[in-house]
């Protein structure tokens, strides 16, 4: 079945430098790929979106790229903010089909 | 406005206690899914349904149902609520194949 893999639990950055977070997936579907956000106590909520094979997708400074010869969708910002403090999943639909499977989630600690 | 609404938000049983999750969405979407959110662990969907008592188990079903009489409504039944069963629940629902899952805001279960 479908899979994502998003290999750090736990990212602590300094504002202001930049981020990557990691996320493989694996499907025999053409994919659509998300990354959602999640402040401590809310919803989560889509950050960005791509089923375009090398297109950079972006949206609130983050960007990725979807790179379906290495099946991967990782998620970067050149200059992280306190508010980027969160928990990101990177998620996985594939083509044809209706669930959505996501990874175990990032979560990105910024500090001062 | 685009809404998941779930209630309760906060919920305590005793085990062996039936559970009853309801949640709504007002966007007429076809397919709703319950996540369950433990920490490590993702979200990990429980159930999909497609439509109108069109349901179908998702990664981890064991324990639980599933109840979808009107388009707008899908429910979660804990039938003998168990200690393991303590989680948040998320409820979301989907336009359709690659579009954006929109979450409610979870309801935390505790069973005692």
């Known amino acids: 079945g479908d899979s994502v893999t998003q290999t750090e639990g736990l990212v602590t950055l300094t504002k202001g430098l930049p981020v990557m977070l990691n996320c493989t997936y694996q499907t025999t579907y053409s994919p659509f790929l998300f990354w959602y956000v999640q402040h401590l106590n809310e919803a989560p909520k889509l950050l960005l979106k791509s089923s375009t094979d090398n297109k950079r997708t972006e949206h609130q400074g983050f960007y990725a790229t979807l790179h379906k010869s290495s099946s991967s969708f990782h998620l970067q910002k050149s200059s992280v903010q306190l508010s980027d403090s969160a928990l990101y999943f990177c998620a996985l639909r594939g083509t044809g089909g209706y669930k959505v499977v996501f990874g175990s989630g990032t979560r990105l600690l910024v500090s001062p | 406005d685009m809404k998941v609404t779930q209630m309760p938000r906060y919920l305590i049983k005793r085990m062996g206690e039936n559970v009853l999750l309801e949640c709504g969405q007002d966007?007429?979407?076809?397919?709703m899914y319950w996540y369950r959110q433990d920490p490590g662990l993702g979200l990990q969907l429980i159930y999909i349904s497609y439509d109108v008592d069109s349901n179908s188990e998702g990664d981890i079903p064991k324990g639980y149902r599933v109840s979808r009489k009107k388009r707008e409504h899908f429910s979660l039944i804990l039938d003998s609520a168990k200690t393991n069963q303590t989680s948040v629940y998320f409820c979301?629902?989907?336009?359709?194949?690659?579009?954006?899952?929109?979450f409610g805001k979870g309801t935390r279960l505790t069973v005692v």
């Open positions: 979301a629902s989907s336009a359709g194949q690659g579009t954006e899952v929109f």
């Open positions: 966007m007429s979407h076809e397919t």
